[in-house]
C-alpha cells in the first residue's frame, strides 16, 4: 500500500515563504502525476498545483506566479514553495498521486494534510 506523508506546513507572515514536502513510501509503485490540493474553512477542495511524470505542471490562478511544484521522481517526493504569501492562502493543503500500483492498476492516494496558516 502507497501512503503519503507531508511536512513542511506553519505558521508564516503574509509575504512569507513555505516549502512543503510530500514523500511517497510503498512497494512496486510508479507516480503518474503528483499534485498539491488545499482545503480552506468552509470551502471546497481545489487543485493549487501539479505536475506529471514528464514534468509538464499546471497552477491555479490564485497561485501562479507565488508558487512552484517540483519533483524528484529518484526520491518519490514532491514539493511546493509558495512564497509571498497571502492571508487568504490559508488552508489545510493534501498532497495527492495518481499512481500505478504493483499490479499495474490505476490507483489514487492523499496524504492525510498539513496546515499552513499565514497571518500576522
Known amino acids: 500500500q502507497v501512503q503519503l506523508v507531508e511536512s513542511g506546513g506553519g505558521l508564516v507572515q503574509p509575504g512569507g515563504s513555505l516549502r512543503l514536502s510530500c514523500a511517497a513510501s510503498?512497494?512496486?509503485?510508479?507516480?503518474?502525476?503528483s499534485s498539491w490540493y488545499r482545503q480552506a474553512p468552509g470551502k471546497q477542495r481545489e487543485l493549487v498545483a501539479r505536475?506529471?511524470?514528464?514534468?509538464?505542471?499546471n497552477y491555479a490562478d490564485s497561485v501562479k506566479g507565488r508558487v512552484t511544484i517540483s519533483r524528484d521522481n529518484a526520491k518519490n517526493t514532491v514539493h511546493l514553495q509558495m512564497n509571498s504569501l497571502k492571508p487568504e492562502d490559508t488552508a489545510v493543503y493534501y498532497c495527492?498521486?495518481?499512481?500505478?500500483?504493483?499490479?499495474?492498476?490505476?490507483?489514487?492516494?492523499w496524504g492525510q494534510g498539513t496546515l499552513v496558516t499565514v497571518s500576522l
Open positions: 495527492n498521486a495518481q499512481i500505478s500500483n504493483y499490479l499495474g492498476d490505476p490507483e489514487e492516494v
Open positions: 505536475v506529471t511524470w514528464r514534468g509538464s505542471t
Open positions: 510503498g512497494s512496486s509503485f510508479t507516480i503518474i502525476t
